[in-house]
């Protein structure tokens, strides 16, 4: 790569870094229907607080219950009926006007609809008419002003380049370039093309010197680490079949979404589905695990299940330690260089269990049954992974969460193979965070490996984790853990 391009990329990764993953395209307009949720609610109390017990000064509308209720179908009448007529969309809340007419469109309709209600189960009369004059006045007001302020908050996060995806496109000849083209004319700013990326580059960059061209599909797995790459396009000819597929095989590996751009099979028949924001048409090859709201309930169950489990098992962790020091020399803790998120190595934390005199740093050596290297204390922590509480501190600096696919040592070996060279497809176990525990865990694939057939089925399991993800599935595998623990005899 010449030093100029990667100067250029620099530049433009360094305001596409400070994006905060909690806010996106995908994630705002969920934030904006909660708080339209909780906005009539909210109304509906202080109307109710305001007019009955402030200006009136005694209850005289009967019980709360009522209210509470007709409350309750409010907001949800409004924010279904907002859905509806895709108000909720981002390229539809950038815009304020559309916003303003609509949201008061919609709060008439549901207004009419409770009336109506009441009108024909002969309820009307249950209801405090200033109460209703206050509540609906209260709610929209609020309504235009949350809308005015999510504006200006746009203007701001679009500045700063919040909105704006990372992307890369794999291709540097004429589908590549038109496919660029098309992106900065559909997406409104939306997308940051961080780089064009081609197997071929020496032969067509001359062809092409608009592209910022920066190597091949290798360089791109390198440069991964170190750039926040939300999506890859592919943009080949329509008869590069081999190529693409052997594109795909090498990038599924990474935790970004990969695409397929068919802006040249839109010229050749009509498709009818296009790219949601970007305004190309794309096919989704693979998707990134874990993302959107996705994610954010994954980094909150890890973050509070992890403190609870701290609390937990802090005396037991005590008493560990304790037990570690007096029965061999040495430290507490064990510290081991491994494999996490998106092929990075991590600090694992672990209870020491092995003499310190033959600890083994980078596991070139795996521990079998009856080890002479593990300690008296070590033998028992070990069968039943009580030296992996430490761990916890890990999920908790975000390095791991609490259910993932375990970490490996570096020289972790099969047989005689590394891992990764003994499964084609190890990497892409690496497309979440490791795990303190798996569903390869529960499911009898812990403990040594000392055959090829042993971590084929780890990463079968860890794939199909990784594809069928939900909280659910989450809290299944925690509580099997506990079972897994006493039954098995593989740990050791």
Not at 27 to 54: E, H, N, Q, R, W
Not at 162 to 168: D, E
Not at 418 to 425: H, N, Q, R
Request: glycine fraction near 6%; charged fraction near 20%.
């Amino acid at each position: 790569m010449m030093d100029s391009q990667i100067d250029h990329l620099e530049s433009v990764i360094s305001t596409h870094r400070k994006r905060t993953r909690l806010i996106s395209p995908e994630t705002l307009p969920g934030m904006v229907k909660a708080i339209d949720f909780a906005t009539v609610l909210i109304c509906a109390a202080v109307a109710y607080v305001s007019y009955i017990f402030i200006i009136v000064g005694t209850e005289v509308s009967g019980d709360i219950g009522r209210h509470s209720v007709t409350a309750v179908l409010g907001a949800f009448l409004f924010v279904t009926g907002y859905e509806r007529i895709s108000g909720y969309k981002f390229q539809q809340l950038s815009n304020l006007r559309w916003q303003l007419t609509r949201v008061a469109l919609v709060w008439f309709c549901v207004l009419s609809i409770l009336l109506m209600v009441a009108f024909v189960t002969k309820m009307s009369e249950s209801y405090s008419r200033g109460w209703v004059i206050v509540w609906t006045d209260t709610t929209l007001g609020f309504l235009f002003l949350q809308r005015v302020a999510l504006q200006a908050a746009i203007r701001h996060w679009s500045r700063k380049g919040v909105f704006s995806r990372g992307i890369v496109i794999i291709g540097a000849g004429e589908p590549g370039a038109k496919l660029i083209k098309r992106l900065g004319q559909a997406s409104g700013g939306q997308t940051a093309i961080l780089g064009v990326f081609d197997d071929r580059h020496t032969r067509i960059s001359q062809q092409e010197p608009r592209l910022n061209l920066l190597g091949t599909t290798d360089d791109l797995l390198q440069y991964f680490n170190h750039t926040p790459i939300d999506e890859i396009i592919i943009a080949l000819p329509l008869n590069a079949e081999l190529r693409v597929k052997t594109i795909i095989d090498k990038l599924k590996v990474l935790p970004v979404d990969l695409r397929l751009s068919a802006e040249q099979l839109g010229e050749v028949c009509a498709i009818r589905k296009l790219d949601q924001g970007l305004g190309v048409m794309i096919l989704d090859v693979v998707e990134r695990p874990l993302k959107h709201w996705n994610g954010i309930a994954k980094w909150i169950e890890d973050r509070l299940l992890s403190a609870l489990l701290l609390l937990a098992f802090a005396p037991a962790m005590l008493a560990i330690s304790i037990a570690i020091k007096l029965d061999s020399p040495g430290p507490v803790f064990f510290r081991q260089k491994r494999y996490g998120y998106s092929n990075n190595l991590i600090t694992v934390y672990k209870f020491r269990t092995l003499r310190s005199d033959m600890t083994d740093t980078n596991a070139s050596k795996l521990v079998t049954r009856d080890d002479d290297r593990i300690t008296r204390v070590g033998r028992i922590l070990r069968r039943f992974s009580l030296d992996e509480l430490p761990q916890l501190f890990n999920v908790i600096r975000g390095d791991m969460s609490i259910v993932g696919p375990r970490p490996h040592a570096t020289l972790a070996k099969a047989g005689n193979q590394l891992y990764e060279d003994a499964v084609e497809s190890y990497m892409a176990r690496h497309r979440v965070k490791p795990g303190l525990t798996g569903w390869a865990q529960i499911n009898g694939w812990r403990g040594e490996t000392d055959t090829e057939e042993k971590i084929r089925k780890r990463v079968e399991h860890d794939l199909y984790y990784i594809e069928n993800w939900s909280i659910w599935f989450d809290l299944r595998i925690i509580c099997q853990t506990f079972l897994a623990i006493f039954a098995s005899e593989q740990a050791y």
